[in-house]
């Protein structure tokens, strides 16, 4: 059973400070990770995309996947109240069948 | 650009009450999902389509039936609502199918069962 593990929180952050929200997975065989951020009641909303070993910086925002260990990891600098929402890991892994594989998702909470 | 919409965005059923949802994209995208999500769960794959005229099972596809109408449309079809099947349903599309092709959601739809 393929899985993508997420702490359900919530995280709690002050205001200016870093959130740094963690997933892991169980299939070696992953070839991409996808953060996407949902608020309360909306859908889900891509914020990023990672394939190679690393980081990727957008922003705010950087997603690090580290193959070996199997965790990808979302940081979210100067963390601002609007950040304040639910964020999925998803993982797309190899063979036969192509799908994303979701966490059930990190709550975050950014507080004045 | 409206992106993917669905329909209705709320209904409450009877049990043994039948109903389908819709969903259009107008991105022109190939693939078309249906997830459903649940309390402490993630999204979970109830069917999805890769390309117009192909139809497969995800995780979880008892108690649905799917067409795929058009390249646009996506259709999701319950035949006997049960309680197990409230939940939020999204419909969600992409360029390609796989798993290197993000998702696009629509707004979901809010199913209760009683």
């Known amino acids: 059973q393929k899985e993508v593990e997420q702490n359900s929180g919530p995280l709690s952050v002050p205001e200016g400070a870093i959130a740094s929200l963690n997933c892991t997975y169980s299939d070696r065989g992953s070839q991409s990770f996808f953060w996407y951020r949902q608020y309360s009641g909306k859908s889900p909303e891509l914020i990023m995309f990672i394939y190679s070993n690393g980081d990727k910086e957008d922003g705010r925002f950087t997603a690090q996947l580290n193959k070996a260990s199997q965790y990808v990891s979302l940081l979210i600098r100067d963390s601002q109240p609007s950040d304040s929402a639910t964020y999925l890991c998803?993982?797309?892994?190899?063979?036969?069948?192509?799908?994303?594989?979701f966490g059930a998702g990190t709550r975050l909470a950014v507080h004045p | 650009n409206a992106g993917v919409t669905q329909t209705p965005k709320f209904q409450v059923l009877k049990t043994g009450q039948s109903m389908t949802l819709q969903c259009a994209q107008d991105m022109n995208h190939n693939s078309m999902y249906w997830y459903r999500q649940d309390p402490g769960m993630g999204l979970r794959l109830i069917y999805y389509s890769a390309s117009e005229g192909t139809t497969d099972k995800g995780e979880v596809p008892n108690g649905y039936n799917v067409s795929r109408l058009n390249k646009r449309e996506f259709s999701l079809r319950l035949e006997s609502a049960a309680p197990s099947q409230t939940s939020v349903y999204f419909c969600?599309?992409?360029?390609?199918?796989?798993?290197?092709?993000?998702?696009?959601f629509g707004n979901g739809t809010r199913l209760t069962v009683t």
């Open positions: 969600a599309s992409s360029e390609v199918q796989g798993a290197n092709s993000p998702l696009h």
């Open positions: 998803a993982g797309g892994f190899s063979g036969g069948y192509n799908k994303l594989i």
